[in-house]
């Protein structure tokens, strides 16, 4: 089973939901778990709990400003002082889910 990604509207973590298919089958969808959020409810379902995951879990602009987030984060933290901005930057990062060293 595949880690779900928090919500990209309020960062609230995600939940798979089942959906009837139609006789007697069901389909996966993924949504965020805050009922008050737009990204509560996802538009298409699938018929493989991974799909549904992997479609969720794709961001490609969060993930080539994370990646640059990080490398300027590894870049300025070598005298392990990290500025303010820095600091802010980092915890995002750690907010995004991705990895801290
Ligand atoms: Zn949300």
Redesign the pocket.
């Known amino acids: 089973m595949s880690e779900l990604k928090p ?1 990209p ?2 960062t ?1 973590g995600a939940v798979y939901e089942q959906v009837d298919g139609g006789a007697d089958s069901y389909r996966w969808a993924v949504g ?1 778990s ?1 009922l008050d ?4 409810q996802s538009l298409k379902t699938y018929s493989r709990k991974k799909d549904a995951a992997e479609v969720w879990n794709n961001r490609p602009i969060e993930d080539a400003l994370m990646e640059a987030l990080q490398i300027l984060v590894d870049a300025h933290s070598e005298d392990g002082h990290l500025c303010n901005e820095l600091k802010i930057a980092r915890a995002a990062l750690k907010q995004a889910g991705v990895k801290d060293e």
């Not at 959020?37 to 509560?40: E, F, K, L």
């Open positions: 919500c509207f309020c609230t965020c805050n959020c737009i990204g509560v």
